[in-house]
């Protein structure tokens, strides 16, 4: 029987901690379905990301350890997306501990720990300290 695995996520500026999370999920079964945040959800939840949907979404269909992308569009089609995709377990960094516990009826809910250092956050401050500090000498931004 294939074990079917989901998990959500915006994945803009993909890095190391995104691999390792669509890594550990795929180990868990057969399939790994990603529901890719939406530039319209993203923007309902106060988020802008650099690359628009369709391009995030292309990278993610490139990486050996997805199977499929859909589209998350609101918070609410969570356990739809279970039935409709016979999705076995719903995994999601531990930094949303216990805001998905009500999806076990429907399926087991794992929350796994993030890799340390590393997120697109600390990137895009990263990035944003970066260009001031070259701004301030004088030199061309990048």
């Known amino acids: 029987m294939i074990k079917r695995i989901i998990?959500?996520?915006t994945f803009d500026l993909l890095h190391h901690g995104h691999i390792n999370l669509l890594r550990r999920?795929?180990?868990?079964?057969?399939?790994?379905?990603?529901?890719?945040?939406?530039?319209?959800?993203?923007?309902?939840?106060?988020?802008?990301?650099?690359?628009?949907?369709d391009d995030r979404a292309s990278v993610l269909e490139a990486i050996r350890y997805v199977d499929r992308v859909i589209p998350e569009n609101t918070w609410e089609q969570k356990i739809n997306d279970v039935k409709n995709f016979d999705i076995d377990i719903f995994v999601i960094g531990d930094d949303w501990q216990g805001k998905f516990d009500f999806l076990t009826e429907h399926c087991q809910v794992i929350y796994l720990p993030r890799t340390p250092n590393i997120s697109t956050t600390y990137i895009?401050?990263?990035?944003?300290?970066?260009?001031i500090t070259t701004s301030e000498y004088g030199e061309e931004d990048n």
């Open 7 to 9: 998990t959500y996520g």
């Open 124 to 131: 895009k401050h990263k990035l944003s300290v970066q260009t």
């Open 25 to 53: 999920c795929r180990a868990l079964g057969d399939h790994l379905t990603v529901a890719l945040s939406t530039d319209e959800f993203n923007k309902l939840k106060g988020k802008t990301c650099f690359h628009p949907y």
